[in-house]
């Protein structure tokens, strides 16, 4: 009878620990310091969701939502993969981010899954009649009190164009002598970022590895391969940083393990 009772107990502590590693949302927020940011945009928020993966967060995603409300954004940046290709749901997968344009403005670029379903077409239409700022290859400006920043998006490479193809074309018409932001699904082309001297980019793609190793990092991910290098966290060179975030759903794996679900917040600071 112990023994029945141990493994029963063993067997509800494992499904917690799952539940919690797939559920439990955690927010990681930064600081991006330069003398690019203009005195007016000191303490502009901006929330980062990246890698939804039509995964569901409470009723009609009211626990995703309030998370996102709470940080208090002033703009929030989707990078890619809101739906899943393997259970492609565009209607499910909208119902978070049809809330998020009532919470701040909504820039969107996406991930390779959306190419995979070949419905980019449809995917760009639905989130444009919802009011967010779709990203194919092109930049925005944003204003404050006469001052401004730049903000940029590049498609998925699995469309089968380059990633510096895409970004030069995003650039076209950009004054790099401003602050640019760039949202960017994946993290391995950071050389490529980097090459370009975009000052700020918002990437995921990566998991955080679906499995991460304490004191190691994440295990797998896909561009990546094993152990790789760029799967959660903030990476500099030269005028560059990146921001990577864990995501919040799964797709082919279902279990994230040691790898809550994540959104992100960089508060920018004028120096």
Not at 33 to 42: A, E, G, L, N, R
Not at 62 to 84: E, M, R
Not at 230 to 255: K, Q
């Amino acid at each position: 009878m112990k023994k029945l009772l141990k493994f029963f107990l063993f067997i509800i502590a494992i499904y917690l620990f799952l539940y919690i590693n797939n559920h439990w949302i955690i927010t990681t927020q930064h600081e991006y310091k330069s003398d690019k940011v203009p005195v007016s945009f000191d303490g502009f928020r901006i929330t980062q969701v990246s890698d939804l993966h039509d995964a569901v967060f409470g009723d009609r995603q009211d626990k995703l939502v309030k998370k996102v409300a709470a940080t208090n954004p002033d703009v929030i940046f989707i990078t890619g993969d809101v739906i899943d290709s393997n259970r492609y749901d565009l209607e499910q997968s909208l119902q978070a981010v049809r809330q998020f344009v009532n919470i701040a403005d909504v820039y969107y670029v996406i991930g390779n899954h959306e190419v995979a379903t070949n419905q980019v077409q449809e995917i760009y239409e639905a989130l444009t009649a919802i009011g967010v700022h779709v990203m194919p290859n092109t930049s925005v400006k944003l204003e404050r009190a006469g001052e401004s920043i730049s903000i940029l998006g590049i498609e998925d490479p699995l469309n089968g164009h380059e990633t510096q193809n895409m970004l030069s074309t995003a650039l076209a018409g950009v004054n790099q002598e401003e602050l640019t932001v760039l949202l960017a699904h994946r993290p391995e082309k950071f050389n490529t970022y980097v090459a370009n001297n975009i000052n700020l980019v918002f990437s995921g793609h990566a998991h955080g590895g679906q499995i991460r190793i304490p004191f190691v990092g994440g295990l797998i991910a896909p561009g990546q391969g094993f152990l790789p290098k760029y799967t959660a966290g903030t990476f500099e060179d030269g005028e560059t940083t990146m921001n990577v975030s864990r995501g919040l759903g799964n797709s082919t794996v279902p279990y994230r393990i040691f790898n809550l679900p994540q959104l992100i917040v960089v508060e920018l600071k004028s120096t």
